[in-house]
């Protein structure tokens, strides 16, 4: 049997090895919490302690990636920027603010090498260790934890937190791990779920827990009825226990044909076993949350982490000055930016490094990637620009308004195929891609444009290749 793929990497250090190395911050959790249950609250007893945490993030692959395309031809998906920092960075700040944070591991197919200087930053900017590692055949969404449990296991963590890379969310990881101290026998894991509407829910996996006890009793993945509106939202808080679990779905065929199996799933393989184990919780949250796979998320995605800006660190959004441009709403922009005194911009904005922006231009609802050039009265509208573009004078680009309320936790941007039931492309944000020529006057409305093109006439609901 050749079990080279979920071959154990590295002993385990101790925890106080660990520590010293990580600068852990130590601290005492709450005896007690209370939680929504229907209309009414419940205080639940503190039952396990976890004082020393780590994260997992999966940030998938290039094949997971092409949604994203054309950006992700040029950057690996979780790299591409939103509100001017890489997608995950947002979650890798997240994991940082829980007390006790020990280290913070990417997992996914991407090369090394394309991850190596955004680790190190990530882990200058938070104080906390934090790696990559590569899976070098797909394993799955569960797969990737086992083959490098002993690196997860290392320093002996209490817990760990599992996050899929393309959420975005203002889900509390302290809460959700409170709320996994008063739960369960120890060996357990907790799910976090938002509520959807009946019409968006059958997209996700749906759970129905016990009220009273919080385990989870029934979970289907994206059921063909209705089951439930509390939705799977792809974070999870686990301890090492769960590493049997995998061996056990690993190697379950291997007594009958010497098999072991590739490709472990949470949706489809992890979950149901430890639904039927009674070892699966549910937290009900009924914070933010959102899926980001494609640019139209991107957009939706950048518009709330503005807003999180206004209300925890104003300092970063552009403020009205004397000489400056006219700013509306939300808008980050790199100081490196050069715009000009009578562009108007936002809200929902982000504007890049090197980017130049001149007279008369407008730009809202956009993401404007590094050393953009908008030439004078240009227009961009519910858009992404990617690194290097230009736009002629009285250019405009345009895309479809992005439809989910971000003032509702419940709405989500549903994951429309790129062509509808006639082969025709369903109208979208614009995205274009790396080093993109707009000639002057030209419109693009609703495209979709590869990297290294010249448009020099009006195109509209295209994928221009």
């Known amino acids: ?42 205080n639940l007893q503190v039952k396990h302690e976890y004082n020393r945490v780590k994260a997992v993030i999966l940030v998938g692959g290039p094949v997971q990636g092409t949604a994203f395309r054309p950006l992700s031809l040029q950057c690996p998906m979780p790299l591409i920027p939103i509100a001017n920092q890489p997608a995950v960075m947002h979650l890798i700040h997240k994991a940082a603010a829980v007390e006790g944070m020990m280290e913070i591991i990417l997992i996914g197919a991407y090369n090394e090498s394309e991850f190596s200087a955004f680790v190190r930053h990530a882990a200058r900017e938070t104080g906390i260790a934090v790696r990559y ?103 999870y808080v686990m301890t090492t226990a769960v590493f049997d679990n995998l061996k056990d779905l690993v190697l379950e065929d291997y007594e009958k044909d010497g098999s072991i199996k590739e490709r472990v799933m949470f949706e489809t393989d992890l979950i149901p076993c430890l639904v039927n184990m009674e070892r699966m919780f549910l937290f009900k949250s009924s914070a ?92 961009v509208f519910n858009s992404v620009l990617g690194w290097n573009c230009s736009l002629g004078t009285w250019s405009r680009v345009e895309g479809l308004p992005v439809n989910a309320d971000p003032n509702d936790p419940s709405t989500h941007i549903s994951q429309k195929d790129i062509f509808n039931d006639k082969g025709q492309l369903e109208p979208s944000i614009t995205v ?14 609703h495209c979709l444009v590869l990297p290294h093109k010249v448009l020099d006439k009006d195109r509209a609901n295209e994928i221009i290749l």
């Open 1 to 42: 049997m050749d079990t080279s793929m979920y071959k154990s990497l590295t002993p385990p250090q101790s925890s106080s090895q660990l520590d010293t190395l990580m600068g852990v911050r130590k601290h005492s959790r709450k005896d007690s919490i209370t939680v929504k249950v229907g209309g009414s609250q419940t």
């Open 133 to 235: 590692l590569q899976e070098y055949t797909n394993l799955g969404t569960a797969g990737g934890l086992y083959h490098f449990r002993d690196l997860i296991a290392r320093g002996n963590p209490d817990a760990f937190f599992v996050l899929h890379g393309n959420v975005c969310c203002d889900v509390s990881l302290t809460e959700l791990l409170d709320f996994h101290s008063c739960v369960g026998a120890g060996d357990h894991t907790t799910m976090v779920s938002i509520q959807a509407r009946e019409d968006q829910a059958r997209q996700y996996g749906c759970a129905v827990a016990d009220p009273k006890t919080f385990a989870v009793m029934h979970y289907v993945e994206k059921p063909s009825s209705f089951v439930s509106a509390d939705i799977n939202t792809g974070i």
């Open 288 to 379: 933010f949350w959102s899926q980001v796979k494609t640019a139209g998320s991107a957009v939706y995605a950048s518009r709330h982490y503005l807003s999180h800006y206004r209300k925890t660190d104003p300092t970063r959004l552009a403020a009205n000055a004397d000489n400056g441009p006219t700013i509306v709403g939300d808008v980050v922009i790199d100081a490196t930016a050069r715009i000009h005194p009578s562009a108007k911009i936002g809200p929902n904005v982000s504007i890049g490094p090197n980017v130049k922006i001149e007279a008369g231009a407008r730009v809202k609802d956009a993401i404007i990637l590094d050393n953009v050039e908008l030439a004078e009265q240009s227009c």
């Open 432 to 445: 274009l891609g790396d080093n993109v020529r707009v000639a002057d006057e030209v419109m693009v409305l």
